[in-house]
């Protein structure tokens, strides 16, 4: 019996330690090599807003796939193999991890591959991303933990190339010249941003602009004012209407903050599509849909400088709402309320 209960508590004590939740930003970035993801993850689970990412066994490789290693801070660039030996721009990190994903000679296209990126505010504008990989920030950017990068990034058309299934983690973007900080066309699918910051910097007018991009996601980002309160101009977050139903896009548990509205969406065919958990603050409208269907919109919380009544707040519709609520000018109210119905 004593064999049997000392067996229990190993058991107990290894499962919660194979469990633990570590946040991705507190890495120690200089551990991290072709060989180790932090010894301290080996076997662990790292969680970053809920979307779950499993060291595969401490052998450094998150999904099957190959590593890059980018330190924004080298005078020289290297071929991306390790730190010592890093590229010093994320747009390189990018070039070779599209290109590798591409190789059929060890079936890569079913693999994902992993960018590790430091530095305090690499300056560049980004026009490329890559296919079926996830871009992570570690170290610090000033107080700021995440990896900092300067520039308004205009991603290329998807006829030219498919960028499918990129994600971005812990990254900041701080604009330098005005327009869209962030700019994603049509049909480059499968994109998602988790914990990210979006700062207006250089004047932009749009945080983020997605021109009918299916499956994606923007998961627990902030959307800033510069560092004298002025955000953006047009809309952090702006959809539009693209060539068909919209799928399967979920912008979700971000912090808004936009000197005009906050989630600009003019999609007005939507399938599966969600607005949830965001706070916003507003000199606009919150959420501005022009009352589209099916278009979820659940559980936000706006404060704008507007009076509260919907259609002047906000204005979607209300068929497809729950839980909303909204503080103006006048008072706070519940969208939608049961006087609505």
């Known amino acids: ?39 301290s993850l080996r076997g662990w689970f790292d969680t970053v807003n809920g979307d779950v990412v499993r060291a595969n066994g401490g052998n450094g490789v998150l999904s099957g796939g190959t590593v890059y290693y980018v330190d924004g801070n080298k005078s020289t660039a290297g071929n991306g193999t390790s730190w010592d030996d890093a590229y010093n721009t994320l747009s390189a990190a990018l070039a070779a991890s599209h290109a590798n994903i591409a190789v059929s000679s060890r079936r890569a296209w079913a693999t994902r591959n ?63 010249g005005g327009g869209i900080l962030f700019d994603i066309p049509i049909n480059q699918n499968g994109i998602e941003f988790i914990n990210c910051d979006f700062q207006q910097n250089g004047g932009e007018t749009i945080g983020l602009r997605l021109g009918g991009c299916h499956d994606t996601k923007v998961t627990g980002c902030t959307f800033r004012p510069n560092t004298s309160g002025v955000g953006f101009s047009t809309a952090a977050i702006q959809v539009l209407d693209g060539a068909g139903a919209l799928t399967n896009v979920n912008i ?68 497809y709402a729950i839980d909303n609520i909204v503080t103006g000018t006048d008072t706070t109210i519940y969208i939608p309320s049961p006087a609505d119905f």
Not at 150 to 157: C, N, Q, S, T
Not at 158 to 163: F, G, K, L, P, S
């Open 1 to 39: 019996m004593k064999r049997i209960f000392a067996l229990i508590i190993v058991i107990a004590v290894m499962a919660a330690v194979s469990h633990s939740t570590v946040d991705i930003t507190e890495i120690n970035f200089s551990t991290v090599t072709s060989g180790t993801f932090d010894q």
């Open 114 to 176: 992993t960018i590790y990126v430091i530095g305090d505010a690499i300056t560049e504008d980004l026009t490329k991303l890559a296919q079926k990989t996830d871009v992570i920030g570690l170290g610090s950017y000033n107080q700021y933990k995440k990896a900092g990068i300067i520039g308004d990034h205009v991603i290329e058309a998807q006829t030219t190339a498919h960028y499918m299934g990129c994600r971005l983690i812990n990254m900041q973007f701080r604009g330098d």
């Open 252 to 319: 979700s548990g971000n912090q808004i903050a936009s000197g005009a509205i906050g989630i600009d969406w003019n999609e007005t065919s939507n399938v599966n599509s969600w607005i949830t958990d965001n706070h916003f603050y507003t000199t606009g409208m919150g959420i501005d849909s022009e009352d589209v269907t099916n278009l979820m919109v659940v559980g936000n919380r706006i404060k704008t400088a507007t009076a509260s009544a919907n259609d002047t707040s906000n204005d979607f519709n209300i068929l």
